[in-house]
């Protein structure tokens, strides 16, 4: 008896495990012989919320973060929706940087407070915008600027340059 009790638990604890596939599963394209592809950088805007300058006395400051894009050069990319990242990332942004970086790029204005998770996951048009604008939209030319020392850190095919001239180091 204890053993058939023990025995329906496994099989309900391992019915419980088995992994649902949630999200589609994109195919990828073959690559082309010897790998010619051209491999391109993303600077996803979502970056741009956790960026700040590298000079040590900016850090101290509020007005170093977030980074003002300067010339920026944008692409939009196809990515699938993955509404649970983005229930999990709704938290761990900063609203308020994601609003100043979305203006200065000139996305429609974001309302002053952040959706609740609930409103996220209600609200399919809300989702649907925002995950195009962190995940779809990424800068591949131009500047980020400091408000603080004004330094200008270089954004070449996707890629921010960090490193920082010896007098600022
Ligand atoms: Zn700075």
């Given at each position: 008896m204890v053993l058939l009790v023990l025995i329906h638990f496994m099989i309900s604890v391992y019915m419980h495990h088995i992994p649902e596939p949630r999200f589609r599963r994109r195919t990828l394209p073959l690559s082309p012989p010897g790998h010619l592809?051209?491999?391109?950088?993303?600077?996803?805007l979502l970056t741009l919320n956790f960026l700040t300058c590298a000079v040590k006395t900016c850090k101290s400051s509020s007005d170093s973060f977030p980074l003002h894009p300067k010339d920026a050069e944008l692409a939009s990319d196809d990515v699938d929706v993955n509404?649970?990242?983005l229930v999990n990332l709704l938290p761990r942004l900063d609203w308020k940087a994601l609003k100043?970086?979305?203006?200065?790029?000139?996305?429609?204005?974001?309302?002053?407070?952040?959706?609740?998770?609930?409103?996220?996951q209600s609200d399919d048009k809300l989702l649907k915008d925002l995950h195009s604008l962190l995940m779809e939209t990424n800068l591949m030319e131009g500047k980020l600027v400091c408000g603080v020392c004004g330094h200008e850190y270089a954004v070449r095919e996707g890629i921010p340059n960090f490193l920082l001239p010896s007098h600022l180091v």
């Open positions: 592809e051209k491999k391109t950088a993303k600077m996803k509404p649970e990242l100043t970086t979305s203006a200065e790029l000139g996305f429609p204005q974001l309302p002053d407070s952040p959706p609740t998770i609930e409103q996220l």
